[in-house]
Protein backbone atom coordinates (compact mmCIF):
# COMPACT_ATOMS: atom_id res chain seq x y z
CA UNK A 1 0.00 0.00 0.00
CA UNK A 2 1.50 3.34 -0.63
CA UNK A 3 0.81 5.71 2.37
CA UNK A 4 2.96 8.57 1.44
CA UNK A 5 0.34 11.26 2.51
CA UNK A 6 -1.06 9.12 5.14
CA UNK A 7 -1.01 11.27 8.34
CA UNK A 8 0.42 8.33 10.24
CA UNK A 9 3.29 6.51 11.15
CA UNK A 10 2.19 2.83 11.18
CA UNK A 11 3.41 -0.25 13.10
CA UNK A 12 2.24 -3.15 12.94
CA UNK A 13 3.16 -5.72 16.22
CA UNK A 14 6.64 -6.89 15.38
CA UNK A 15 8.20 -3.65 13.58
CA UNK A 16 6.58 -1.22 17.19
CA UNK A 17 8.30 -4.11 19.25
CA UNK A 18 11.43 -4.95 17.23
CA UNK A 19 12.59 -1.11 16.21
CA UNK A 20 12.87 0.12 19.26
CA UNK A 21 16.46 0.71 21.11
CA UNK A 22 15.20 -0.48 24.45
CA UNK A 23 17.94 -1.99 26.26
CA UNK A 24 16.95 -0.99 29.57
CA UNK A 25 13.34 -1.36 29.56
CA UNK A 26 12.38 -4.41 31.60
CA UNK A 27 10.21 -5.75 33.45
CA UNK A 28 11.01 -8.01 36.75
CA UNK A 29 8.73 -11.08 37.47
CA UNK A 30 8.49 -8.96 40.79
CA UNK A 31 6.46 -6.13 38.78
CA UNK A 32 4.59 -8.33 36.38
CA UNK A 33 3.07 -9.96 39.18
CA UNK A 34 1.66 -6.19 40.22
CA UNK A 35 0.94 -5.44 36.84
CA UNK A 36 -1.25 -8.70 36.92
CA UNK A 37 -3.07 -7.17 40.23
CA UNK A 38 -4.31 -4.33 37.45
CA UNK A 39 -5.90 -7.48 35.07
CA UNK A 40 -4.93 -10.85 35.85
CA UNK A 41 -5.35 -11.47 32.38
CA UNK A 42 -1.73 -9.36 30.99
CA UNK A 43 0.45 -11.42 28.87
CA UNK A 44 3.97 -10.33 29.80
CA UNK A 45 4.61 -10.15 25.87
CA UNK A 46 2.09 -7.53 25.52
CA UNK A 47 3.86 -5.43 28.29
CA UNK A 48 7.21 -6.05 26.78
CA UNK A 49 6.36 -5.64 23.24
CA UNK A 50 3.51 -3.05 23.24
CA UNK A 51 3.38 -0.94 26.69
CA UNK A 52 6.88 -0.56 27.61
CA UNK A 53 7.81 0.72 24.03
CA UNK A 54 4.80 3.12 24.13
CA UNK A 55 6.23 4.40 27.59
CA UNK A 56 9.14 5.19 26.48
CA UNK A 57 7.65 7.02 23.39
CA UNK A 58 5.64 8.88 26.41
CA UNK A 59 8.60 9.39 28.10
CA UNK A 60 9.69 11.86 25.42
CA UNK A 61 7.08 13.66 24.87
CA UNK A 62 6.61 14.24 28.61
CA UNK A 63 10.40 15.20 29.31
CA UNK A 64 10.43 17.54 26.16
CA UNK A 65 7.32 19.06 27.31
CA UNK A 66 9.07 19.50 30.85
CA UNK A 67 12.03 21.47 29.64
CA UNK A 68 9.73 23.18 26.94
CA UNK A 69 7.66 24.25 30.07
CA UNK A 70 10.66 25.53 32.00
CA UNK A 71 12.27 27.95 28.70
CA UNK A 72 8.74 29.19 28.10
CA UNK A 73 7.59 30.24 32.00
CA UNK A 74 11.44 32.17 31.90
CA UNK A 75 10.48 33.50 28.27
CA UNK A 76 7.25 34.68 29.32
CA UNK A 77 8.08 35.67 32.75
CA UNK A 78 5.44 34.71 34.60
CA UNK A 79 4.67 32.58 37.80
CA UNK A 80 5.16 28.90 36.82
CA UNK A 81 2.18 26.85 38.13
CA UNK A 82 3.12 22.90 37.99
CA UNK A 83 0.85 21.91 34.95
CA UNK A 84 0.91 18.02 34.68
CA UNK A 85 1.49 16.56 31.00
CA UNK A 86 -2.26 15.15 30.05
CA UNK A 87 -3.12 11.90 28.27
CA UNK A 88 -6.56 11.48 27.37
CA UNK A 89 -7.23 8.05 26.46
CA UNK A 90 -10.76 7.26 24.55
CA UNK A 91 -12.89 4.22 23.08
CA UNK A 92 -15.47 2.53 23.14
CA UNK A 93 -16.95 0.99 26.54
CA UNK A 94 -15.75 -2.33 27.28
CA UNK A 95 -12.32 -1.64 25.05
CA UNK A 96 -9.92 -1.85 27.50
CA UNK A 97 -9.55 1.86 28.09
CA UNK A 98 -9.29 1.37 32.31
CA UNK A 99 -6.96 -1.23 31.88
CA UNK A 100 -4.35 0.29 29.30
CA UNK A 101 -4.84 3.52 31.70
CA UNK A 102 -3.32 1.75 34.63
CA UNK A 103 -0.42 -0.21 32.72
CA UNK A 104 0.57 2.86 31.52
CA UNK A 105 0.00 4.76 34.95
CA UNK A 106 2.17 2.16 36.32
CA UNK A 107 4.65 1.62 33.76
CA UNK A 108 5.29 5.82 33.72
CA UNK A 109 5.83 6.56 37.21
CA UNK A 110 9.18 4.44 36.87
CA UNK A 111 10.92 7.37 35.47
CA UNK A 112 12.96 9.76 37.70
CA UNK A 113 11.44 12.82 35.68
CA UNK A 114 7.47 11.90 36.36
CA UNK A 115 7.51 9.85 39.22
CA UNK A 116 3.63 11.07 40.21
CA UNK A 117 1.14 9.69 37.33
CA UNK A 118 -2.39 10.41 38.50
CA UNK A 119 -5.34 8.77 37.12
CA UNK A 120 -8.70 9.77 36.51
CA UNK A 121 -12.13 8.64 34.81
CA UNK A 122 -14.57 10.71 33.30
CA UNK A 123 -17.65 8.63 34.91
CA UNK A 124 -17.28 9.96 37.80
CA UNK A 125 -18.29 13.19 35.64
CA UNK A 126 -21.53 11.63 34.93
CA UNK A 127 -24.56 12.63 36.42
CA UNK A 128 -25.90 10.88 39.29
CA UNK A 129 -28.94 8.50 38.55
CA UNK A 130 -31.54 10.69 40.55
CA UNK A 131 -30.45 13.49 37.91
CA UNK A 132 -30.22 10.86 34.82
CA UNK A 133 -33.55 9.75 36.35
CA UNK A 134 -34.96 13.18 36.25
CA UNK A 135 -33.99 14.33 32.97
CA UNK A 136 -35.54 11.13 31.29
CA UNK A 137 -31.98 10.13 30.19
CA UNK A 138 -31.74 6.70 32.45
CA UNK A 139 -31.05 4.94 29.07
CA UNK A 140 -28.27 7.53 27.64
CA UNK A 141 -25.96 6.85 30.50
CA UNK A 142 -22.18 7.16 28.54
CA UNK A 143 -23.89 9.88 25.76
CA UNK A 144 -23.01 13.20 25.98
CA UNK A 145 -25.65 14.32 27.25
CA UNK A 146 -25.29 12.29 30.81
CA UNK A 147 -21.80 14.26 32.00
CA UNK A 148 -21.90 16.95 33.76
CA UNK A 149 -19.68 18.80 31.14
CA UNK A 150 -18.90 22.26 32.80
CA UNK A 151 -17.84 20.17 36.00
CA UNK A 152 -15.46 18.07 33.88
CA UNK A 153 -14.13 21.35 31.89
CA UNK A 154 -13.76 23.38 35.31
CA UNK A 155 -11.01 20.22 36.59
CA UNK A 156 -9.33 19.84 33.43
CA UNK A 157 -8.52 23.77 33.40
CA UNK A 158 -8.06 23.98 36.89
CA UNK A 159 -5.05 20.98 36.44
CA UNK A 160 -3.37 22.91 33.73
CA UNK A 161 -3.30 26.11 35.49
CA UNK A 162 -1.22 23.98 38.22
CA UNK A 163 -4.09 24.21 41.14
CA UNK A 164 -3.53 21.77 43.86
CA UNK A 165 -5.22 19.46 45.81
CA UNK A 166 -8.53 19.14 43.68
CA UNK A 167 -10.93 16.75 44.39
CA UNK A 168 -12.65 14.16 41.68
CA UNK A 169 -16.01 12.23 41.93
CA UNK A 170 -16.03 8.92 41.93
CA UNK A 171 -18.27 6.63 39.96
CA UNK A 172 -18.96 2.90 41.27
CA UNK A 173 -19.48 0.01 38.51
CA UNK A 174 -21.10 -2.09 41.47
CA UNK A 175 -22.94 0.86 42.84
CA UNK A 176 -23.97 1.97 39.00
CA UNK A 177 -23.50 5.11 40.43
CA UNK A 178 -21.84 8.35 41.11
CA UNK A 179 -20.90 8.01 44.85
CA UNK A 180 -21.89 10.83 46.85
CA UNK A 181 -19.84 9.92 49.80
CA UNK A 182 -15.86 9.61 48.02
CA UNK A 183 -13.75 12.00 45.88
CA UNK A 184 -10.72 11.37 44.69
CA UNK A 185 -7.71 13.53 45.58
CA UNK A 186 -5.48 15.07 42.72
CA UNK A 187 -2.35 17.34 43.56
CA UNK A 188 -0.13 18.51 41.16
CA UNK A 189 0.94 15.28 39.33
CA UNK A 190 3.41 15.27 36.70
CA UNK A 191 1.70 13.27 34.38
CA UNK A 192 -2.24 13.16 34.48
CA UNK A 193 -4.18 10.45 32.51
CA UNK A 194 -7.67 11.34 31.64
CA UNK A 195 -9.88 8.07 30.32
CA UNK A 196 -13.31 8.18 29.04
CA UNK A 197 -15.33 7.69 25.96
CA UNK A 198 -15.79 11.11 25.84
CA UNK A 199 -12.45 12.68 25.96
CA UNK A 200 -12.36 13.61 22.11
CA UNK A 201 -15.62 14.42 21.84
CA UNK A 202 -16.04 18.36 20.62
CA UNK A 203 -19.41 20.55 21.81
CA UNK A 204 -20.30 22.71 19.48
CA UNK A 205 -21.86 24.47 21.94
CA UNK A 206 -18.66 25.19 23.80
CA UNK A 207 -16.14 27.26 22.77
CA UNK A 208 -13.08 24.91 24.49
CA UNK A 209 -13.30 21.44 24.65
CA UNK A 210 -11.98 18.92 27.12
CA UNK A 211 -9.04 17.86 24.16
CA UNK A 212 -7.79 21.27 24.33
CA UNK A 213 -6.19 20.67 27.38
CA UNK A 214 -4.62 16.93 26.23
CA UNK A 215 -0.74 16.82 25.43
CA UNK A 216 -1.15 13.49 24.13
CA UNK A 217 -4.45 11.41 23.13
CA UNK A 218 -4.51 7.72 22.58
CA UNK A 219 -7.73 6.49 20.90
CA UNK A 220 -8.39 2.21 21.78
CA UNK A 221 -9.96 0.60 18.54
CA UNK A 222 -11.12 -2.86 17.77
CA UNK A 223 -13.62 -4.74 16.14
CA UNK A 224 -16.93 -4.25 17.34
CA UNK A 225 -17.89 -7.70 16.91
CA UNK A 226 -14.76 -7.90 19.56
CA UNK A 227 -15.92 -5.56 21.92
CA UNK A 228 -19.23 -6.80 22.31
CA UNK A 229 -17.54 -10.16 22.83
CA UNK A 230 -15.56 -8.39 25.76
CA UNK A 231 -18.69 -6.51 26.97
CA UNK A 232 -20.79 -9.68 27.02
CA UNK A 233 -17.93 -11.62 29.22
CA UNK A 234 -17.44 -8.46 31.44
CA UNK A 235 -21.01 -8.80 32.40
CA UNK A 236 -20.43 -12.09 32.88
CA UNK A 237 -17.82 -12.16 34.99
CA UNK A 238 -19.48 -9.31 37.09
CA UNK A 239 -22.63 -11.41 37.18
CA UNK A 240 -20.17 -14.31 39.25
CA UNK A 241 -19.28 -11.89 41.38
CA UNK A 242 -20.23 -8.29 42.00
CA UNK A 243 -24.13 -8.72 40.84
CA UNK A 244 -23.71 -11.45 43.59
CA UNK A 245 -23.75 -8.29 46.33
CA UNK A 246 -27.07 -6.89 47.21
CA UNK A 247 -25.31 -3.36 46.90
CA UNK A 248 -25.54 -3.68 43.50
CA UNK A 249 -27.68 -1.71 41.22
CA UNK A 250 -27.90 -4.96 39.01
CA UNK A 251 -28.33 -7.60 41.71
CA UNK A 252 -31.72 -8.12 39.82
CA UNK A 253 -29.66 -9.83 37.40
CA UNK A 254 -27.81 -12.06 39.88
CA UNK A 255 -30.64 -14.51 39.13
CA UNK A 256 -31.29 -14.51 35.65
CA UNK A 257 -30.44 -17.81 33.97
CA UNK A 258 -27.55 -17.78 31.95
CA UNK A 259 -29.85 -17.71 28.96
CA UNK A 260 -31.16 -14.67 30.21
CA UNK A 261 -28.30 -12.93 31.13
CA UNK A 262 -26.55 -13.18 27.49
CA UNK A 263 -30.02 -11.80 26.20
CA UNK A 264 -30.31 -8.61 28.89
CA UNK A 265 -26.29 -8.44 28.01
CA UNK A 266 -27.17 -8.24 23.97
CA UNK A 267 -29.85 -6.03 24.48
CA UNK A 268 -27.91 -3.40 26.73
CA UNK A 269 -25.05 -3.77 24.33
CA UNK A 270 -27.04 -3.20 21.46
CA UNK A 271 -29.67 -0.27 22.54
CA UNK A 272 -26.72 1.89 24.50
CA UNK A 273 -23.21 1.11 24.03
CA UNK A 274 -23.32 -0.09 20.77
CA UNK A 275 -25.41 3.03 19.56
CA UNK A 276 -23.35 5.71 21.48
CA UNK A 277 -19.62 4.02 19.74
CA UNK A 278 -21.62 4.64 16.38
CA UNK A 279 -22.75 7.70 17.46
CA UNK A 280 -20.33 9.93 19.47
CA UNK A 281 -17.20 7.48 20.09
CA UNK A 282 -15.77 6.28 16.84
CA UNK A 283 -16.32 9.67 14.94
CA UNK A 284 -13.92 10.87 17.37
CA UNK A 285 -10.97 8.16 16.18
CA UNK A 286 -9.29 10.59 14.36
CA UNK A 287 -8.75 13.24 16.42
CA UNK A 288 -6.36 10.87 18.58
CA UNK A 289 -2.52 11.60 18.02
CA UNK A 290 -2.06 7.47 19.09
CA UNK A 291 -4.75 4.88 17.86
CA UNK A 292 -4.22 1.57 19.58
CA UNK A 293 -6.13 -1.10 17.31
CA UNK A 294 -6.50 -4.73 19.17
CA UNK A 295 -6.93 -7.91 17.88
CA UNK A 296 -9.77 -10.64 19.05
CA UNK A 297 -7.53 -11.72 22.20
CA UNK A 298 -6.58 -8.05 23.14
CA UNK A 299 -2.57 -8.41 21.85
CA UNK A 300 -2.30 -5.25 20.24
CA UNK A 301 -1.88 -5.61 16.39
CA UNK A 302 -1.74 -2.20 15.02
CA UNK A 303 -0.24 1.60 15.76
CA UNK A 304 -0.79 4.64 14.20
CA UNK A 305 0.80 7.28 15.15
CA UNK A 306 0.37 11.29 13.24
CA UNK A 307 3.57 12.37 11.94
N1 LIG B 1 -4.80 -6.02 27.67
C1 LIG B 1 -5.81 -6.83 28.04
N2 LIG B 1 -5.64 -8.17 28.06
C2 LIG B 1 -6.66 -8.99 28.41
N3 LIG B 1 -7.90 -8.57 28.75
C3 LIG B 1 -8.15 -7.26 28.76
C4 LIG B 1 -7.12 -6.31 28.39
N4 LIG B 1 -7.66 -5.05 28.47
C5 LIG B 1 -8.96 -5.21 28.84
N5 LIG B 1 -9.26 -6.51 29.01
C6 LIG B 1 -10.60 -7.05 29.39
O1 LIG B 1 -11.59 -6.36 28.59
C7 LIG B 1 -12.72 -5.97 29.39
C8 LIG B 1 -12.91 -4.46 29.36
O2 LIG B 1 -11.75 -3.82 29.92
P1 LIG B 1 -11.82 -2.46 30.74
O3 LIG B 1 -12.75 -2.59 31.90
O4 LIG B 1 -10.40 -2.05 30.99
O5 LIG B 1 -12.53 -1.53 29.63
P2 LIG B 1 -12.98 0.00 29.61
O6 LIG B 1 -12.73 0.46 28.21
O7 LIG B 1 -12.29 0.75 30.69
O8 LIG B 1 -14.52 -0.09 29.88
P3 LIG B 1 -15.59 0.99 30.46
O9 LIG B 1 -15.53 2.20 29.57
O10 LIG B 1 -16.90 0.26 30.32
O11 LIG B 1 -15.22 1.28 31.87
C9 LIG B 1 -12.44 -6.48 30.80
O12 LIG B 1 -13.10 -7.73 30.94
C10 LIG B 1 -10.92 -6.65 30.83
O13 LIG B 1 -10.52 -7.68 31.72
C1 LIG C 1 -20.10 4.16 32.81
C2 LIG C 1 -20.04 3.96 31.32
C3 LIG C 1 -20.90 5.01 30.61
C4 LIG C 1 -18.61 4.22 30.79
O1 LIG C 1 -17.65 3.52 31.42
C5 LIG C 1 -20.47 2.55 30.90
O2 LIG C 1 -19.75 1.59 31.56
C6 LIG C 1 -21.98 2.33 31.13
O3 LIG C 1 -22.42 2.12 32.22
N1 LIG C 1 -22.77 2.39 30.04
C7 LIG C 1 -24.22 2.33 30.13
C8 LIG C 1 -24.79 1.04 29.66
C9 LIG C 1 -24.29 -0.14 30.47
O4 LIG C 1 -24.85 -0.46 31.51
O5 LIG C 1 -23.31 -0.75 30.03
Excluded at 39 to 44: L, Y
Excluded at 106 to 120: A, F, G, N, Y
Amino acid sequence: MNDTYSPYFEFDRETWALSRDLPSLTVSEEEFEKLKGLNEKIAIEEVTKVYLPLARLLHLYVTSFQNFQAKMNSFLSVPAPKAPFVIGIAGSVAVGKSTTARLLQHLLSRWDEHPKVDLVTTDGFLYPNRVLEAKGIMNKKGFPESYDINKLMHFISSIKSGEPALKVPVYSHLAYDVLDDQTLHVDQPDILILEGINVLQVNTQQPYFVSDFFDFSIYIDADEEDIRDWYIERYHMLRDTAFRDPRSYFHKYASLTEEEAIHTAENIWRDINAKNLHENILPTKERAKLIIKKGANHMIEQILLRK
